[in-house]
């Protein structure tokens, strides 16, 4: 059973910055990171948005959506099947549920992954 558990939510100061998990287990391949991971957001009365992606096989390929550029990093641990998302500079529009997500494909920014985490919530307020 895959399972992806995301950890590192919390309240913060908007300026401040966060780091959150993403626990995945239960997927079966050959190799430790043969799946793109994603990190998605979704603030109340709004549709769920993509925020980052990386590629498999080493993360050579990554995305963000152009609000978080320059204050969001995506990264992996291939060994320990763990991802994570270092927030910087966060503001009060960030704040929202992140939800991270795993994907059998090399890479994709669309919202169709094949797993899900239950999510995290984020809330940047003084």
């Known amino acids: 059973q895959v399972q992806l558990v995301e950890s590192g939510g919390g309240l913060v100061q908007p300026g401040g910055s966060l780091r959150l998990s993403c626990a995945v287990s239960?997927?079966?391949?050959?190799?430790?990171?043969?799946?793109?991971i994603g990190w998605f957001r979704q603030a109340p009365g709004k549709e769920r948005e993509g925020v980052s992606c990386?590629?498999?096989?080493?993360?050579?390929?990554?995305y963000y959506t152009d609000s978080v550029k320059g204050r969001f990093i995506i990264s992996r641990d291939s060994a320990r099947h763990t991802a994570f998302l270092q927030m910087n500079s966060l503001k009060a529009e960030d704040t929202a549920v992140y939800y991270c997500?795993?994907?059998?494909?090399?890479?994709?920014?669309?919202?169709?992954?094949?797993?899900w985490g239950q999510g995290t919530q984020v809330t940047v307020s003084s």
């Open positions: 990386m590629s498999m096989n080493e993360g050579s390929t990554t």
């Open positions: 997500a795993a994907d059998r494909s090399d890479y994709k920014t669309s919202l169709d992954y094949d797993y």
């Open positions: 239960g997927l079966r391949s050959l190799r430790s990171d043969d799946y793109a």
